[in-house]
């Protein structure tokens, strides 16, 4: 591709070291707007090459045309995925990030990066999520989202504090980092030995289970609602599910979270969302797709 910003080789060095260092805040734009690393990836290449041909002298700011782009590539990508997932095999869960190895992802703000969070930005329209995101997540001023966005800024305030009444309103305050790992570690040690009374009184009562195999492995196709019943679901698997694995742990997407190992391979990565109630999700992530970030960072 021609370097249409200018002046040869020092020009395209010096557009790939500002790229580079920015690239880091763009992936976390579009991961956060997709929930998938793969598309985060292939998106934040596309900026690059757009980058790379774009009249460079003519962008003042940088950091901000390249945000300015991503976004909205994002957001397009963010409704074609919608389709994409209506016809998913069984719940669709986010792909995890092991935030342990790229601890960047969640350093400026960790906002909009846990998977329940991820969850319900999923019931956002595409611009809603892209407003929310680069608010909550970034600290983006008002009327930067607005050019980003292109809408004015009460328009934008509006979308924002929306977005904002859904996530939290549909969200029970998260225990601590420290309480969500204990809970975490203590309710892979029941699901494991399959002990009925422990997986129920480590759940709320409102509890939900759900499964991603994407149709490639085998996985509950709907969510399981209700202590009792995940909990039966869970001892009546615990044997042959079990059987031959290895736990570690990882920090995913700024939680403690369980990579689970047959034969030395990474085949599921299990955590839970919490409350003062107690469990309240538990996310078993099984698309053997979704999980190779996680296990090459592991390995």
Do not use: C
Request: aromatic letters at 8%.
């Amino acid at each position: 591709m021609a370097d249409a910003g200018s002046g040869g080789r020092g020009d395209l060095d010096e557009a790939a070291a500002v790229f580079a260092g920015v690239r880091p805040r763009l992936f976390g734009i579009a991961y956060r707007m997709l929930g998938s690393v793969a598309e985060a990836e292939d998106l934040v290449q596309e900026v690059w090459l757009r980058w790379q041909a774009y009249d460079r002298a003519t962008v003042h700011d940088p950091a901000a045309f390249l945000a300015t782009v991503t976004t909205r590539l994002a957001i397009n990508a963010a409704q074609s995925a919608r389709v994409r997932r209506e016809t998913y095999v069984g719940p669709w869960l986010p792909e995890p990030v092991d935030t342990g190895a790229d601890p960047y992802l969640g350093a400026e703000r960790g906002e909009a990066l846990e998977f329940a969070v991820l969850l319900l930005l999923e019931r956002l329209s595409p611009t809603e999520r892209a407003a929310y995101v680069l608010r909550e997540a970034f600290d983006y001023p008002y009327r930067q989202i607005a050019d980003i966005v292109q809408l004015n800024e009460a328009a934008v305030r509006q979308l924002v504090s929306r977005a904002r009444k859904r996530v939290t309103g549909q969200r029970r305050t998260p225990v601590s980092k420290a309480e969500q790992r204990r809970l975490l570690t203590a309710f892979v040690a029941a699901a494991r030995s399959g002990d009925l009374t422990m997986l129920e009184e480590l759940f709320a009562a409102d509890v939900t289970s759900y499964s991603d195999g994407g149709g490639a492995v085998r996985a509950t196709r709907f969510p399981v609602v209700g202590a009792t019943r995940v909990a039966k679901v869970i001892k009546a698997f615990a044997v042959p599910f079990w059987a031959g694995v290895e736990v570690d742990w990882a920090d995913t997407n700024g939680q403690a979270s369980a990579l689970l190992r047959r034969d030395g391979q990474v085949f599921a990565v299990i955590t839970v969302t919490a409350s003062e109630q107690g469990i309240d999700q538990v996310l078993w992530m099984m698309n053997p797709v979704k999980i190779t970030a996680v296990s090459r960072s592991e390995s």
